[in-house]
């Protein structure tokens, strides 16, 4: 997500989202959160230039740097303000232009099915459905009622997300809610594998086999050269510690190690540190992490 503010492009966080991965095939969807009709416009024939395949609006974010300035999901209480943004991009670029919204601005604002109605009479090609509310951010469980509502609302496509962890879990919210895909965020961190689960349960009624310690190592190390490469080694190295708890949170033994990683300063220190540690857990077949194997 990048700011509709096309005068913050300079600064260096925000020229590496909008730099294009070499050999990325696409398609390349950026997403657009502002309040501002004219400048969400320009942000996307700005991103179009730069390649962009498909521009995507946010009006569903809740944190409250992006709330606070009216953008996100504080657009859901304000619909005409929502129609003259989707009809200003939409009409600003030649390429698709999709909608992320939550189902309102609280429980007992569930607005969604409106601003659905809005988003395909402007032209949006497709539409996210996260089921929470602006005033629920994160909390509680996701409802799929509104998303269901939506789904018959309208014509275009629409996505449900939100609390889709499995397989299980995707093959129920699309039985219910008749919605075309799911997509998936917080379940995706350190687990990328969640895609091939669903796939095959999807497809085959069951679970993938679920990755052994040789692959998580080897996916773990692709990414983090992609975010050093895509940061840079200093601002790439604060930004791994997370990812790196994130693909290691279920082993056993990951308390010291968090801690090493937590302290290493440089990528090559991060990357002998995460390599002890697979090699070690691969070797025992299990998370174990042997004492003071981290030691500087």
Same mark, same amino acid.
């Given at each position: %997500?990048?700011?509709?503010? $096309? $005068?913050?492009?300079?600064?260096?966080? $925000?020229?590496?989202?909008?730099?294009?991965?070499?050999?990325?095939?696409?398609?390349?969807?950026?997403?657009?959160? !502002?309040?501002?009709?004219?400048?969400?416009?320009?942000?996307?024939?700005? #991103?179009?230039?730069?390649?962009?395949?498909?521009?995507?609006?946010? %009006?569903?974010?809740?944190?409250?740097?992006?709330?606070?300035?009216?953008?996100?999901?504080?657009? &859901?209480?304000? $619909?005409? &303000?929502?129609? @003259?943004?989707?009809?200003?991009?939409?009409?600003?670029?030649?390429?698709?232009?999709?909608?992320?919204?939550?189902?309102?601005?609280?429980?007992?604002? @569930?607005?969604?099915?409106?601003?659905?109605?809005?988003?395909?009479?402007?032209?949006?090609?497709?539409?996210?459905?996260?089921?929470?509310?602006?005033?629920?951010?994160?909390? !509680?469980?996701?409802? *799929?009622?509104?998303?269901?509502?939506?789904? +018959?609302?309208?014509? %275009?496509?629409?996505?449900?997300?939100?609390?889709?962890?499995?397989?299980?879990?995707? +093959?129920?919210? &699309?039985?219910?809610?008749?919605?075309?895909?799911?997509?998936? !965020?917080?379940?995706?961190?350190?687990?990328?594998?969640?895609?091939?689960?669903?796939?095959?349960?999807?497809?085959?009624? =069951?679970?993938?086999?679920?990755?052994?310690?040789?692959?998580? =190592?080897?996916?773990?190390?692709?990414?983090?050269? !992609? &975010?050093? /490469?895509?940061?840079?080694?200093?601002?790439?190295? @604060?930004?791994?510690?997370? =990812?790196?708890?994130? *693909?290691?949170?279920?082993?056993?033994?990951?308390?010291?190690?968090?801690?090493?990683? #937590?302290?290493?300063?440089?990528?090559?220190?991060?990357?002998?540190?995460?390599?002890?540690?697979?090699?070690?857990?691969?070797? /025992? +077949?299990?998370?174990?992490?042997?004492?003071?194997? *981290?030691?500087?």
């Amino acid at each position: %997500m990048i700011s509709a503010d $096309t $005068t913050l492009y300079a600064s260096e966080k $925000t020229r590496a989202r909008l730099s294009v991965a070499e050999g990325d095939d696409g398609p390349r969807s950026v997403q657009i959160a !502002g309040a501002d009709p004219d400048k969400v416009a320009e942000a996307a024939v700005f #991103n179009v230039r730069a390649g962009a395949d498909i521009i995507d609006i946010n %009006m569903g974010c809740p944190a409250k740097k992006v709330c606070r300035n009216l953008a996100g999901s504080a657009l &859901l209480g304000d $619909t005409a &303000l929502v129609r @003259r943004i989707l009809a200003r991009t939409v009409a600003a670029v030649d390429v698709p232009v999709t909608l992320k919204i939550r189902t309102g601005t609280d429980r007992q604002n @569930r607005n969604g099915v409106e601003v659905a109605r809005i988003a395909e009479q402007e032209g949006v090609a497709a539409l996210a459905v996260h089921g929470r509310t602006r005033a629920d951010r994160f909390t !509680g469980s996701a409802e *799929y009622d509104t998303i269901k509502a939506i789904k +018959q609302a309208v014509s %275009m496509p629409v996505i449900a997300n939100g609390d889709i962890r499995s397989g299980a879990d995707a +093959q129920a919210v &699309l039985a219910y809610t008749g919605a075309d895909a799911v997509m998936i !965020g917080r379940a995706t961190q350190g687990n990328p594998w969640i895609f091939r689960e669903i796939l095959d349960y999807l497809q085959h009624g =069951h679970a993938a086999k679920p990755p052994d310690f040789l692959e998580i =190592h080897g996916v773990l190390k692709r990414h983090l050269a !992609g &975010l050093y /490469r895509l940061h840079g080694d200093a601002r790439g190295v @604060r930004v791994a510690r997370k =990812h790196i708890a994130w *693909y290691c949170r279920e082993k056993s033994g990951v308390a010291e190690f968090r801690q090493a990683v #937590n302290l290493a300063e440089t990528r090559d220190r991060q990357i002998e540190l995460v390599d002890r540690f697979f090699e070690h857990a691969s070797s /025992r +077949q299990s998370g174990s992490a042997c004492t003071r194997m *981290y030691a500087a």
